[in-house]
């Protein structure tokens, strides 16, 4: 028993390091892709990688049984994730820095709470309430950049899409919960809609470049350990924890990791206003979870 939890920490530890990098890693990835195409060609290649571990797990067979049964929702799951997340995250990220938009977009599990409510008939309670004024006085410092008495946002535009990113996030994990299937089956089905569908929406509305070398190792990395193979590392940490709050707490130890990466290898400069806003935001996440 002991042995398979140092195996969960192990997982879950890689899980959050990964994820740390993330932001990272759009940022860059950007400076070479416009947002379409980097949601294009790191769909494809969190789809490929996918594909590996139903191959390796002897489930790809399940693949179209799940399509076949459940092609509405899949058709909806695929929509919201990869396609309108990632393509409205990656714009936020565009627009604004890697901070900012990193910060913002761990408001997302307040959201699922507020969402619950709305779509799965949960109570709002008075954890919900107090974390939601804690995060978005975060936010909202954020938004300023510390200067909250001049209400004058950085990039307001950016804001928005960042907080939309939330929204979308949520509904996508509401519905998720709706369909009862293998995890990574689920995920590579969504992500084989998902392609398709900003495949048809390229072909109608844009044209995108091939990408260069850097470019093409950018939005690797992004479709391995951002929408691929973390989550599976994930999903085994879960699978062999004996208690899932030994793991789950190690989330929050993900934005601040994340700010490291951000100042050493985008050039950040990571601002004392982002650290009150990041914290704030874990502080009202955690009294959420506490209440709970």
């Known amino acids: 028993m002991q042995n398979t939890q140092k195996q969960a920490y192990k997982f879950a530890i890689l899980s959050v390091v990964l994820w740390s990098t993330v932001a990272t890693a759009f940022k860059i990835s950007l400076q070479y892709l416009a947002p379409i ?48 997340y990632y393509f409205v995250l990656f714009k936020a990220y565009d627009l604004l820095s890697a901070q900012e938009a990193q910060a913002i977009n761990y408001t997302w599990a307040l959201i699922l709470a507020y969402m619950g409510v709305i779509f799965l008939k949960h109570k709002l309670t008075k954890g919900d309430i107090l974390a939601g004024f804690i995060c978005y006085f975060g936010v909202f410092i954020i938004a300023t950049k510390g200067d909250i008495f001049a209400f004058e946002l950085s990039n307001t535009l950016g804001i928005l899409l960042a907080l939309l990113s939330t929204l979308l996030w949520s509904l996508y994990w509401i519905f998720n919960a709706k369909v009862k299937v293998d995890a990574v089956v689920g995920l590579f089905s969504n992500f084989l809609i998902g392609v398709i569908l900003i495949g048809i929406f390229i072909s109608l509305t844009t ?86």
């Not at 390796?56 to 058709?75: A, C, E, F, R």
């Not at 990571?270 to 209440?291: D, H, M, N, R, Y």
């Open 207 to 292: 044209t995108i470049n091939i990408p260069n070398i850097q470019a093409s190792f950018a939005a690797i990395y992004v479709g391995f350990f951002e929408m691929g193979i973390t989550f599976v590392f994930w999903l085994q940490a879960v699978k062999l924890t004996s208690n899932i709050a030994k793991i789950s707490n190690l989330i929050f130890l993900s934005p601040f990791l994340s700010l490291v990466f951000i100042h050493f290898f985008v050039g950040e400069k990571i601002l004392i206003s982002t650290i009150v806003a990041l914290s704030l935001i874990v502080f009202g996440l955690i009294v959420q979870q506490k209440v709970k």
């Open 37 to 84: 195409e980097l949601l294009f060609y790191s769909s494809i290649s969190s789809l490929f990688i996918l594909l590996i571990i139903l191959i390796y797990q002897k489930k790809l067979d399940q693949v179209y049984s799940h399509i076949k049964k459940n092609l509405l929702m899949v058709l909806i799951l695929g929509a919201i994730n990869p396609f309108a």
